[in-house]
Nanobody, 133 residues
Framework: QIQLVETGGGLVLAGNTLTLSCLAS??????????VGWFRQAPGKEREFVAF?????????????KYADSVKGRFEISRDDSKKTTYLRMNSLKPEDTAAYYC???????????????????WGPGTQVTVSA
């Protein structure tokens, strides 16, 4: 079991940078055993995949990541297991990035398709990001 909460949303000008945080509060299994994804949903649109990060390797090297084509090269997902937090750094923001952003988690072996919402068992309540031109 794990609870998630997103922070860091707000109103920014196009071209600026904003970093979202997803703080996890696990019960039982530690945070390091969960894979984490970021999704977003704009008004009137379906929720879409943004980014994914898998488990941190035991040797301290970066975890594997995946990104939607729409954000690749602009967004960066990372995790700090000591802080039980997953980050989404959003660079060069565009008005079309405006959406409610959600983090989602699942035990790594249960996340079969990272870009599919159905792969995740736990979700945060979301944080709003609004980008003005």
């Amino acid at each position: 079991q794990i609870q998630l909460v997103e922070t860091g949303g707000g109103l920014v000008l196009a071209g600026n940078t904003l970093t979202l945080s997803c703080l996890a509060s696990p019960s039982g299994r530690p945070f390091r055993t969960y894979a984490v994804g970021w999704f977003r949903q704009a008004p009137g649109k379906e929720r879409e995949f943004v980014a994914f990060i898998t488990l941190s390797p035991p040797n301290g090297s970066p975890a594997n990541t995946k990104y939607a084509d729409s954000v690749k090269g602009r967004f960066e997902i990372s995790r700090d297991d000591s802080k039980k937090t997953t980050y989404l750094r959003m660079n060069s923001l565009k008005p079309e990035d405006t959406a409610a952003y959600y983090c989602a988690a699942g035990l790594a072996h249960t996340v079969v398709v990272p870009a599919d919402e159905r792969s995740y068992d736990y979700w945060g309540p979301g944080t709003q990001v609004t980008v003005s031109a």
